[in-house]
């Protein structure tokens, strides 16, 4: 079971990136969060919005990391990977 989220995943295909975002506020985050686990494959985000902390689980083979970053873009974000 994963230790996240509880959906009895192990291992496998699965890419955790964590990274910084420029511009959130409090909303933007809790959108971009709700919009990024709507993303097939994607099992975990937690944002940090006072300092644009955020860390993705994703598999890479259902959801790619240029749809991630075009989630963040089009709300104005800036990604550094």
């Given at each position: 079971?994963?230790?996240?989220?509880?959906?009895?995943?192990e291992?496998g295909?699965?890419?955790r990136?964590?990274?910084?975002?420029?511009?959130?506020?409090?909303?933007?985050?809790?959108?971009?969060?709700?919009?990024?686990?709507?993303?097939?494959?994607?099992?975990?985000?937690?944002?940090?919005?006072?300092?644009?902390?955020?860390?993705?689980?994703?598999?890479?083979?259902?959801?790619?990391?240029?749809?991630i970053?075009?989630?963040?873009?089009?709300?104005g974000?800036?990604?550094?990977?």
């Amino acid at each position: 079971m994963c230790k996240e989220c509880g959906c009895g995943h192990e291992g496998g295909a699965n890419t955790r990136l964590q990274f910084i975002v420029h511009g959130y506020t409090e909303e933007i985050a809790q959108e971009v969060e709700k919009e990024l686990l709507g993303m097939p494959g994607v099992l975990y985000v937690h944002i940090h919005a006072h300092d644009g902390e955020t860390t993705v689980d994703y598999n890479p083979e259902k959801t790619k990391l240029g749809d991630i970053l075009k989630a963040l873009h089009a709300r104005g974000l800036d990604a550094i990977l």
